[in-house]
Nanobody, 126 residues
Framework: QVQLVESGGGLVPAGGSLRLSCAAS??????MGWFRQAAGKEREFVAA????????YYADSVKGRFTISRDGAKNTVYLQMDSLKPEDTAVYYC?????????????????????WGQGTQVTVSS
């Protein structure tokens, strides 16, 4: 049974940092991505990492501040978020994509993802 469980969200002041974790079970050979959804807005792509080479992709809004990584031994994906801004406030979701080594065309689109976690709230105060 495929399961994705996020953790690490919380309340942080602007300029602070958080690290989100996504523990995956029941799947292999998948690319992994992080998306976020702010209140009243559509879900948007944040970052993704491919299965084999660990190639990473980022939304322009987080490039240089967020880092996605994965620990294959633990089957866990991380999102390190630094220099957080109030506009980063959202529910963050991790997701698995069967295009394991796909490019941004596949990994940047929410509808290409097969499995989703339950989400974790990130709130950045000004």
């Amino acid at each position: 049974q495929v399961q994705l469980v996020e953790s690490g969200g919380g309340l942080v002041p602007a300029g602070g940092s958080l690290r989100l974790s996504c523990a995956a079970s029941g799947l292999s050979n998948y690319a992994m991505g992080w998306f976020r959804q702010a209140a009243g807005k559509e879900r948007e792509f944040v970052a993704a990492i491919t299965w084999s080479a660990g190639t990473t992709y980022y939304a322009d809004s987080v490039k240089g501040r967020f880092t996605i990584s994965r620990d294959g031994a633990k089957n866990t994906v991380y999102l390190q978020m630094d220099s957080l801004k109030p506009e980063d406030t959202a529910v963050y979701y991790c997701a698995a994509n069967r295009y394991a080594d796909g490019g941004y065309y596949y990994l940047g689109r929410a509808y290409e993802y097969d499995r989703w976690g339950q989400g974790t709230q990130v709130t950045v105060s000004s």
